[in-house]
């Protein structure tokens, strides 16, 4: 089934057991605790992984993405990372290095770039490097890779994507040079091809030198397409053993890798560079799955599948595929809430759909000692966690829902355009009941009396939609998100929804696509299209002079809210994608109102500049936040039971899967 994904790959001087490449991802580890990090890379690597790349180390003080971020500089460094390697190697894995330099892209006061260009997302400008110190930084990866070499890595992966100093080099974005680096391509382009020469010099042929290629750089003045071609056939001359794919700079104002963005969206890319060279090209971006990474080799896009998150997410992913298992893989829906999200906010990276990521050592599943017959009341992501891992660890669980299938919430989720992943979700929670062998009981409310024999008794009964006082509440051009996601009620050609939260946005967004045609989500072409990227690979960056497709709602939405600022998503690094989708679509995002009563003409509202409007809409949609399902706690209690509260039913407020699955997990890790 799966044979392209895992036949060997000789590259002559070491062979890797299978295509699969775990991508780089920062997780915070890095930067303070290696041991911990070791046995992230172990697990992985006992999950059945090809070859690791480890998230970005700074080859020079200069380089650092913040000061006090984690380097590869000196011998004791290089005796710091023997745990990783160790560990590694141990589990017959193989691991590279990424050695960054993030010129101008860091939260660094004393970043150095090839001019003194700020880039437009941070916020200090660099100093432009001297002809010396340009020498010196080439001179600093060579040095970087040798203590690679010495620590025991199996090579290093040279970090020339996402905007970072080597793309800065390569465009008049970041480089406006008159000297021998810069100027025209031929010698914007001698930065990183000296890069490479010297570090192969400093490590000889044995050693892997995997260089992440930027092949679109998803801006304006980025490189043309004949420039990557140029370029990568340099590279590959200066020693190169294996291109990885990199899609656009941090800059881009395009999604590469959010749950937005379509499976294998970019792998046609890939495609065209594997096409102009001779070594080894893998593929990244939203590959997630064994089906899905299975055609792209074998459709002759890339030789190797590159996948970082599906990683956090299940270590065992390459095992499961393996074994016929993959009904059983836990899959990375591309949400980047517990990963890129918990980066941003300075927080150590995890998984929504599996806590134990980068917690290897510290959330543990053990087999319990005094196995206890548990009712779980609720199939939503804390009860489905939370019965699963205990049900693991040899507990005999019942798990209850009203609903007559599982997943709680995420059924009416996994409806919205660009949340199509969410069913993964729920058919991995599905195989583990299956697996452990919890018992289902769908389909009936139930009430404390029929919980009054078990051992423990968890209630995660989720939420019910917060209630709005407000004048007309009651009038029938009000309904609730429930209404229109779950019982789909018909919705007229105008509507108003109250609440721009997570649901208010995507109901929005369920709202405006039209259901006949294409989900950008889903299908490349449609993705390229709304988004103006140039398939045929004309445009300079992939985007110069491409207008994207609007593709405007046949609705009319207006997306209200009582606060003052922006409306834009939940999400950290997702949340300005929903906020460009819905605007491309024609919604009409409206803040700091105030909403006065709902009658036979519509919803009267306030305007921030204290004016008052009449939305003249078919249907008002309550998105107004949620409150704690909580009604059989007091018959429990009335029994003498203390039911256990997870997810929604323990807090609603700021509730999401992230939180509901991590406490399930946790309540289950203890019980
Ligand atoms: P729920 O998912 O609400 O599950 C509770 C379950 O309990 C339900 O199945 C219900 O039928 C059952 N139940 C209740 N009472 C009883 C009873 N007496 N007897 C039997 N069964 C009972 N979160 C994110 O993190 N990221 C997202 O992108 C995201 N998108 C969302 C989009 C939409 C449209 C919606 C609606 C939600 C979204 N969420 C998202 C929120 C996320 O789905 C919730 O945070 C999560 O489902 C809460 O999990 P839970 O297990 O606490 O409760
Ligand atoms: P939410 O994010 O708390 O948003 C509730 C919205 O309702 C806010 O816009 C709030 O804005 C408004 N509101 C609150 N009380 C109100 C009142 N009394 N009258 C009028 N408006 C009121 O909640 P949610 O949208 O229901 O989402 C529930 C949870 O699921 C959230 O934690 C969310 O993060 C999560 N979720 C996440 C995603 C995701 O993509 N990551 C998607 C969906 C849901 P004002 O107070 O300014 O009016
Ligand atoms: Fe994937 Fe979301 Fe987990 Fe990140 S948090 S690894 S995007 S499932």
Not at 521 to 530: K, L, N, P, Q, V
């Amino acid at each position: 089934m799966h044979d392209h994904l895992l036949a060997p790959l000789d590259l002559g001087f070491t062979t890797l057991r299978n295509r699969v490449i775990m991508g780089s991802m920062h997780t915070g580890l890095e930067d303070f605790d290696l041991p911990r990090l070791a046995a992230y890379f172990a697990r992985r690597a006992e999950g059945g992984v090809g070859l690791m790349i480890t998230g970005g180390f700074s080859i020079s003080p200069d380089a650092p993405l913040a000061p006090g971020s984690a380097e590869i500089i000196s011998d004791s460094d290089a005796e710091k990372h023997r745990v990783i390697t160790d560990a590694v190697h141990a589990a017959d894995g193989k691991i590279v290095i990424q050695l960054l330099h993030a010129g101008r892209q860091a939260w660094n006061p004393n970043m150095v770039a090839p001019s003194a260009k700020k880039s437009p997302i941070y916020p200090f400008t660099p100093r432009e490097l001297t002809p010396e110190e340009v020498e010196g930084e080439i001179d600093n990866f060579a040095n970087a890779a040798a203590k690679a070499q010495k620590a025991g890595y199996d090579g290093i992966e040279v970090m020339g994507s996402e905007g970072y100093l080597l793309n800065q080099f390569l465009t008049e974005r970041g480089n406006e040079r008159e000297d021998e680096w810069g100027g025209d391509f031929a010698r914007r382009m001698r930065f990183p091809v000296e890069v490479v020469r010297r570090i192969r010099a400093a490590v000889g042929p044995n050693f892997i030198i995997v260089y992440r290629l930027s092949m679109l750089d998803l801006v304006p003045d980025g490189q043309s397409f004949d420039e990557v071609i140029e370029l990568a056939k340099a590279l590959e001359a200066a020693g190169v053993t294996i291109f990885n794919t990199g899609i656009g700079w941090h800059e881009a104002q395009i999604p590469t890798i959010a749950t937005p963005v379509p499976r294998g969206a970019y792998t046609w890319v890939t495609r065209k560079v594997r096409e102009a060279v001779s070594i080894p090209v893998a593929a990244s971006n939203r590959i997630n799955m064994p089906d899905d990474a299975e055609r792209i080799l074998a459709n002759g896009d890339a030789d190797l599948i590159s996948m970082a998150r599906p990683m956090l997410a299940d270590p065992d992913w390459v095992n499961k595929t393996a074994e016929g298992r993959t009904n059983e893989i836990n899959t990375c829906i591309g949400c980047n809430q517990a990963c890129l999200d918990n980066t941003f906010n300075m927080l150590l990276s995890s998984c929504l759909v599996n806590p134990q990521a980068c917690h290897e050592t510290e959330l543990v599943y053990l087999p319990t000692m005094a196995k206890k017959r548990i009712a779980v009341v609720g199939a939503g992501p804390a009860g489905l966690a939370f019965s699963s891992v205990a049900a693991e660890r040899g507990h005999d669980v019942t798990l209850f829902d009203g609903a007559s299938e599982i997943g709680g919430q995420f059924n009416i989720a996994k409806q919205v355009p660009g949340k199509e992943e969410f069913h993964e979700t729920i058919r991995y929670f599905g195989a583990m009941l299956d697996k452990h062998g919890v018992k289902r009981q769908l389909g009936q409310r139930v009430s404390a009396d029929d919980l009054r024999d078990f051992d423990e008794v968890v209630l995660a009964t989720g939420i019910v939609p917060r209630a709005l006082e407000l004048e007309g509440a009651d009038h029938a051009k009000v309904v609730s998100y429930l209404d229109v996601l779950r019982d789909h009620k018909p919705v007229g050609k105008r509507v108003a929804i109250i609440g721009a939260g997570g649901i208010g946005m995507d109901t929005a967004e369920y709202l405006s696509h039209d259901h006949g045609t294409p989900s950008t989500s889903t299908d490349i072409d449609a993705f390229c299209r709304f988004w103006g990227i140039d398939q045929t690979l004309q445009a300079r960056g992939g985007v110069a002079g491409v207008a994207p497709e609007n593709m405007p709602s046949a609705r009319e939405i207006y997306l209200l809210q009582r606060k003052a600022k922006k409306i834009i998503g939940p999400g950290k690094t997702t949340g300005w994608i929903h906020r460009a989708t819905l605007i491309a679509k024609g919604v009409n995002l409206m803040p700091g109102i105030q909403y006065e009563k709902v009658d036979d003409a519509g919803l009267h509202i306030r305007l921030a500049d204290g004016s008052a409007k009449v939305l003249d809409v078919d249907q008002v949609i309550i998105c107004a936040g949620q409150e704690p399902q909580r009604e059989l706690q007091a018959g429990l209690q009335a029994l003498g039971k203390q039911p256990h509260l997870i997810g929604g039913a323990d807090v609603a407020a700021e509730l999401d899967a992230k939180r509901a699955i991590n406490q399930g997990a946790r309540l289950a890790a203890e019980i």
